[in-house]
């Protein structure tokens, strides 16, 4: 099982984000446990100087935006490959 | 440039829609129709520019820059000017703060990042600039960029470390510049282009809202605020007229794109300019928001004074414009 997390302290993007991410894993039917990050502690153990972030298997993979949707996809597929 | 625009929206609202020259709503339409769609290209190409400066200098290689070498003083311009050049978001700025102060980069630098960010960003040009032409924006911009500077200097001068929070100092102290190389990328400018060109597109997508309903009120507030309003009750010209504008304008926020607009009726409507522009540094630069969210890595103490100094910096602004334009 894959383990995501969008890292985010609250704002539109972060949600967008987060539910767009929610929508692609769904869809494209991954095996995925979906957090939302919201502790700044916490969020800065991955080193990151812009939110949001989405997070695939500890390894920092979109940071500082929103992802677009054919983005996310191709992202989601090279992991569920691996 | 945008007289072929000008034509065409000519076109569209007096022959295609039909409606008669001169009339309230046709020119209140046409107002709109121009000044959103000029707009629009303008944050467009502006983004696309900052894209290109970001594909090569992104933030993470900055703190690097920053933290590595000794710079004297040169170091509080590249702050604020890439605090300039970086898409601003304002949830963005507690994980920066905190990235930075793990780098190694001294308070006042990071403040300097910090202050500019929100004042000089894409879509605050794009409205100054089609709204009040390039001298005045290259003006602004400029100011912005020496009022960040400014105010970090002093804010560096004064020491500030130990009214970080608790967890922050414990950062602050095991602080280092970073060793490791920021992974230069070696793709040519062609292939990072359709990135580019994408993430321009949708950081448009994400304001272009806020945009056109921030030109729609000015639009609005143009056709309902008579001549001179606000210097009948403001006495707008009044030497406290300054500081009594960033005051009011703290507690208030809202970003660029909602503001500039606004800001624009009051200048046609006989507020200086300078006191304006410092209005509108105080709703986009300081704010009730960012003060809740900079709590969580400064005491208030510290969020006061930054406050403070961010207030007085922009008061300055504010009467050297009206001394420049007055």
Known sequence: MKNIKILGTGCIKCKRTEELVRRVVEEMGIDAQIEKVEDIRQIMEYNILSTPAVVIDGIVKIKGRVPDRHELETLLADVQLA | ?????????????????????????????????????????????????????????????????????????????????????????SCSSVPLFIGFVKGGIPLGVTFAFLVTSPLVNEVALAMFLGM???????????????????????????????????????????????????????????QRLPDINREALSIVKSV????????????????????????????????????????????????????????????????????????????VGLSLPEATLLKKVMTLKLIAIFFGVVTLCIILSGYLFNWIFG
């Open chain 2, 1 to 89: 440039m945008f007289n072929w625009l000008e034509k065409g929206i000519d076109w569209l609202v007096y022959q295609l829609m039909g409606l008669p020259v001169g009339s309230h709503f046709s020119s209140a339409l046409h107002f709109f129709l121009y000044d959103s769609i000029k707009i629009l290209i303008l944050l467009f190409l502006i983004i696309w520019m900052m894209g290109i400066v970001n594909a090569y200098f992104p933030v993470e290689r900055v703190r690097h820059f920053l933290s590595r070498k000794k710079l004297y003083g040169l170091e509080y311009f590249l702050a604020s000017f890439f605090g300039a050049v970086t898409p601003f978001c």
């Open chain 2, 132 to 190: 009040f032409g390039l001298k005045f924006t290259l003006i602004y911009a400029l100011n912005g960029i020496l009022l960040g500077m400014l105010s970090g200097w002093i804010l560096g001068k004064m020491k500030l470390e130990p009214y970080l929070t608790d967890w922050v100092r414990e950062i602050w102290e095991k602080a280092e510049a970073e060793q490791r190389n920021i992974e230069t990328s070696p793709r040519s400018f062609w």
């Open chain 2, 208 to 283: 272009v809202l806020y945009v056109l309903v921030g030109i729609g009120i000015g639009a609005a507030m143009h056709g309902y605020v008579p001549e001179g309003f606000f210097e009948r009750y403001l006495q707008a010209g009044a030497w406290y007229a300054v500081p009594l504008a960033v005051i009011l304008a703290v507690p208030i926020y809202a970003n660029a794109a909602g503001v500039i607009p606004v800001i624009q009726v009051f200048v046609a409507k006989g507020i200086p300019l300078g006191t304006s522009i410092a209005f509108m540094m105080g709703v």
